[in-house]
T-cell receptor, first 115, second 112 residues
Framework: GAVVSQHPSRVICKSGTSVKIECRSLDFQATTMFWYRQFPKQSLMLMATSNEGSKATYEQGVEKDKFLINHASLTLSTLTVTSAHPEDSSFYIC???????????FGAGSRLTVL | GQQLNQSPQSMFIQEGEDVSMNCTSSSIFNTWLWYKQDPGEGPVLLIALYKAGELTSNGRLTAQFGITRKDSFLNISASIPSDVGIYFCAGLFSGSARQLTFGSGTQLTVLP
């Protein structure tokens, strides 16, 4: 089946630094990937849609300069949290959709802690 | 926007009991998905439903796509400790996964 790999699974950084999270589709090509944010005991909140070869589509209220998304190939999307602050600490999850299917496959998530 | 109400918010059950949770929507969907999320992990797809009235099973799990297209339920029979986790429903109306709406989740605890 479709597998989405996300790395790193956990990252701790100092305030003001930038952190990059990678999302890879391992056995299929994904022209579209999605980035979600999840706070404790809450549901997933869509941040942006990552489109291969073009600009990402951000949801309302998500700062595009804060959360940089790059989808340079059909199997890789990256999310960079720039100048991270403690309020950016969260669980970030990516997902991809298998072409022809209406189902999202999720990565295992990345726990970001900003000190 | 579309709203999904998922209930119950949490459940504590004894091992071996059956479980039922459901989601209702303020508008219709043409796809219903049920995911399970273990602590510190991403959601894993359990069952996908594509047609109103559809009843689908996956082992001890059974889910149905409501006739009105505004609701879905998930049943788990004979619960076991590894069923512990958060269960999310998700609904999709259009063909774009960007439009996927998630329920608030049901936290399931199975007591030995």
């Amino acid at each position: 089946g479709a597998v989405v790999s996300q790395h790193p699974s956990r990252v701790i950084c100092k305030s003001g630094t930038s952190v990059k999270i990678e999302c890879r589709s391992l056995d299929f090509q994904a022209t579209t990937m999605f980035w979600y944010r999840q706070f404790p005991k809450q549901s997933l909140m869509l941040m942006a849609t990552s489109n291969e070869g073009s600009k990402a589509t951000y949801e309302q209220g998500v700062e595009k300069d804060k959360f940089l998304i790059n989808h340079a190939s059909l199997t890789l999307s990256t999310l960079t949290v720039t100048s991270a602050h403690p309020e950016d600490s969260s669980f970030y999850i990516c997902s991809a959709i298998l072409a022809g299917a209406n189902v999202l496959t999720f990565g295992a998530g990345s726990r970001l802690t900003v000190l | 926007g579309q709203q999904l109400n998922q209930s119950p918010q949490s459940m504590f059950i004894q091992e071996g009991e059956d479980v039922s949770m459901n989601c209702t929507s303020s508008s219709i969907f043409n796809t219903w998905l049920w995911y399970k999320q273990d602590p510190g992990e991403g959601p894993v797809l359990l069952i996908a439903l594509y047609k109103a009235g559809e009843l689908t099973s996956n082992g001890r799990l059974t889910a149905q796509f409501g006739i009105t297209r505004k609701d879905s339920f998930l049943n788990i029979s004979a619960s076991i400790p590894s069923d512990v986790g958060i269960y999310f429903c998700a609904g999709l109306f259009s063909g774009s996964a960007r439009q996927l709406t998630f329920g608030s989740g049901t936290q399931l605890t199975v007591l030995p």
